[in-house]
């Protein structure tokens, strides 16, 4: 373990037990496809799923909070395993419009786009609905606090009231959930990269298990250690701005 930990400081995590190879040449390939994915679902996700679970929010019990909560939950409890196998049948054996698996090469995968579609479909449906309920209870809670009936009473407008007050506090926790997935969305998408052949780190990390590449695993697993810490210190830094009362020293 030391001297990969030590080659793994320089770049070189070393020789892959499997193929024979540096690890670094598949590894960061590998890396780069589930980066692509990951950033992709995270820019789509996070405006959509903030904007309609405040939505939900600000309209709590009405028919669109009930069909807005219904949805979530439902892609929430669907693996999402079921939910790539149920868009492969619709989207790629039945319709025929899209591939239903990605190719095995180096080739970056914005060089062929429709490759994309049908995994980052599948991530972002199972991340949509589970930050979507909590930026909903989040907001919920938040127009019933204390402060917000104050400001009502003091005669601000609604828009001014949920703008100024309600928003700002109501993103404090999912900001900070959003922020902690995108670990889960680089290294957690080994069931999506499975279901579709997608060659990113997660699948490279289970490939390297099922034939016991140690040098693979370690190099892989740093890698996830080292994304998971990052996110967490910037979640900590954006919390610092949407909470005043936090100051570090």
């Known amino acids: 373990f030391i001297p990969l930990q030590k080659g793994f400081i320089r770049g070189d995590p ?58 979530g939950m439902m892609f929430t409890v669907i693996p999402m395993f079921v939910t790539g196998i149920f868009l492969i049948l619709i989207f790629s054996i039945w319709l025929k419009w899209l591939p239903g698996a990605s190719i095995f090469s180096d080739q970056a995968p ?12 599948t991530l972002t449906l199972a991340e949509l609905g589970y930050i ?22 003091k005669g601000l407008p609604h828009r001014r009231v949920v703008l100024k007050h309600a928003v700002r506090n109501a993103l404090m926790a999912p900001i900070t959930i959003v922020m902690l997935h995108i670990s889960w969305l680089l290294g957690g998408i080994v069931i999506v990269e499975a279901v579709f052949g997608y060659p990113g780190l997660g699948k490279y990390i289970l490939e390297s298990a099922l034939y016991k590449d140690v040098n693979a695993i370690e190099a892989g697993v740093m890698i996830l250690v080292v994304v998971s810490v990052a996110t967490q210190l910037i979640a900590d830094i954006i919390y610092t701005f949407l909470n005043p009362r936090i100051r570090y020293a």
């Open 14 to 71: 070393g020789i892959s037990l499997r193929t024979g190879r540096p690890v670094s040449v598949s590894l960061f390939s590998r890396l780069r496809n589930s980066l692509v994915l990951a950033v992709l679902a995270f820019v789509i996700v996070m405006p959509l799923s903030l904007l309609l679970g405040i939505i939900a929010g600000l309209n709590e019990g009405s028919l669109q909070d009930r069909l807005l909560s219904i949805t």
């Open 110 to 121: 914005w060089m062929r786009p429709r490759m994309l579609v049908l995994p980052l479909l």
């Open 132 to 153: 979507l309920r909590i930026t909903r209870a989040s907001m919920v809670e938040t127009m019933r606090a204390p402060y917000i009936r104050t400001a009502y009473l």
